[in-house]
Structures are given as C-alpha cells and as structure tokens.
C-alpha cells in the first residue's frame, strides 16, 4: 500500500486545539485522517487510538455500537493528557462500508450477531486493515504508543507494521442496553477485553 500526506490545519474542537492531517492512499484514494495534540514527536511513547470510522456511531450517535463514546473518550484523554493522537481510518462497518453495515444491521435486527451477520453477507468477521498506520504514525515523527483499545489483536496487527505498542490502554465506555449484546459478542467471538 502507498500513501501519501495531502494537508494538515488547525481543528479546534470542543475537547481542544488539534491538528488535522489528511492522508490519501495512491491506488485507491482511500483518504484517512489523523488528529494530533502537543509534541508528538519527542521519541516518549504517546497516547494513541485507532479509530475505524463509524457514521452511525460517531455522525448519528448509534447506540448499537460503542464507537462514537469511544472517540469521545479518546480525544478526552489525549485533552487532558495534552498530548496524543487519533488516526481515523476510513473503514466503515469493519471493512465492509456503510452500505453494507446497515444490511448487517438488517440481520441483527433477525437475531444474528455482528459476526453471524458480516458472515451471512459473505464477508470474515473483521476485515480492517492497519498498514496504513506505520507510514502514518512516521511521517508524525510517532514511534511507541500507549494504545487505547480494547481489541488485543489491534494491538498484534500494530505491532507486525512496526508500531511499538508499550501499553494498551483500556477504553471502556459506551455500553448501555443497545449493544450489550454486540459488545459480549465482541468479548467472545472476537477477543475484546471489557
């Protein structure tokens, strides 16, 4: 995969001063985006989230899903730490794209889970991609994370592109009535630590 930095500007959020970086990858055009906050590029490991985009979650605020309390949390820490970054890659629905989320989301609605769901639409139960993250996180200066995430196997995905990961960092947020039945499914099928 090739990827290259278009742009970056100030982000004032209502969590803080960042700024955003755009990135496109060259064969698709895929377009990803990091946030970033304070001196990141000191060699110290940094605080660090990689977020899959989720529309439902983070645009229209979903309950189904703890994505969007998830990023909320994430751009909280790295605020009150005063340093981090968000790299928020442009992989709806686990890699199946928004489209076909809301048919996944059909499906739920039957009585499947997230992952009978994906596999019912013939697709694996996770199919995000993390190679984009090693030119990202160099081209921040952006050597060792402290990684918030609840998925071990982001952790193992980082680590086999050259992301040191020195800690993973729980980010436990979001779960109510909606999604306690996709968050247990992301704790037994999939591995997540709650």
């Known amino acids: 995969m090739s990827i290259v930095f278009i742009a970056r500007s100030k982000l004032p959020t209502k969590h803080g001063d960042f700024i955003i970086h755009a990135f496109e990858e060259t064969d698709s055009s895929q377009e990803h985006i990091a946030l970033t906050m304070g001196d ?16 439902t979650g983070d645009g229209f605020g979903s309950l189904r899903c703890d994505c969007g309390p998830q990023l909320e949390a994430a751009m909280q820490h790295i605020a009150q ?4 970054v968000i790299l928020y ?13 809301v048919r996944a989301y059909a499906l739920q609605d039957q009585g499947a889970d997230t992952v009978e769901a994906n596999e019912q ?26 990684l918030m995430t609840n998925n071990p196997l982001k952790v193992a995905a980082l680590e086999q ?3 040191h990961v020195v800690e993973r960092v729980p980010l436990m947020t979001g ?12 704790e037994e099928k999939m591995g997540h630590l709650f």
């Open 175 to 186: 779960r109510n009535p909606h999604n306690d039945q996709y968050l247990d499914t992301k």
């Open 40 to 55: 990141i590029a000191d060699g110290q490991p940094v605080l660090a989230r990689i977020h899959s985009e989720c529309l």
């Open 81 to 84: 730490t005063g340093r981090g």
């Open 89 to 101: 890659l442009r992989q709806e629905g686990r890699g199946i794209g928004l489209v076909n989320k």
């Open 161 to 163: 592109h050259n992301i």
């Open 121 to 146: 639409l013939g697709f694996a139960p996770d199919l995000r991609e993390y190679s984009m993250c090693e030119y990202m996180l160099a081209h921040l200066g952006v050597k060792q994370v402290r």
